[in-house]
């Protein structure tokens, strides 16, 4: 069975791609500032989409990036996608 990473570790992975997506160093991307305000638009959010999806396995859509608009709030949402439902109630461990 293999672990799954941890928030830091996805906000780290969500840094990194940006940075590349960005053109600016991961150290520049605070974890609390909007994407909007770091500059991703509609089309660069397909492209850090199109990162995310496949490296965690999970299927988060473009349109959740205005819901979860910065890295903190997105590597929390990848990490729930993540975590398998809780056998006897179909509720996941985070809800």
């Given at each position: 069975m293999t672990v799954a990473p941890s928030v830091p570790e996805i906000e780290k992975y969500l840094r990194s791609q940006l940075a590349e997506?960005?053109?600016?160093?991961?150290?520049?991307?605070?974890?609390?500032?909007?994407?909007a305000d770091l500059g991703l638009d509609s089309v660069l959010g397909v492209e850090l989409i199109t990162c995310v999806n496949p490296e965690f396995r999970v299927n988060v859509a473009v349109q959740e990036l205005y819901r979860y608009a910065?890295?903190?709030?997105?590597?929390?949402?990848?990490?729930?996608?993540?975590?398998?439902?809780?056998?006897?109630t179909g509720v996941r461990a985070h809800e």
């Open positions: 997506i960005l053109y600016c160093h991961p150290s520049e991307i605070d974890d609390t500032t909007p994407f910065t890295v903190a709030a997105l590597a929390e949402r990848v990490a729930w996608l993540m975590t398998p439902p809780a056998r006897d």
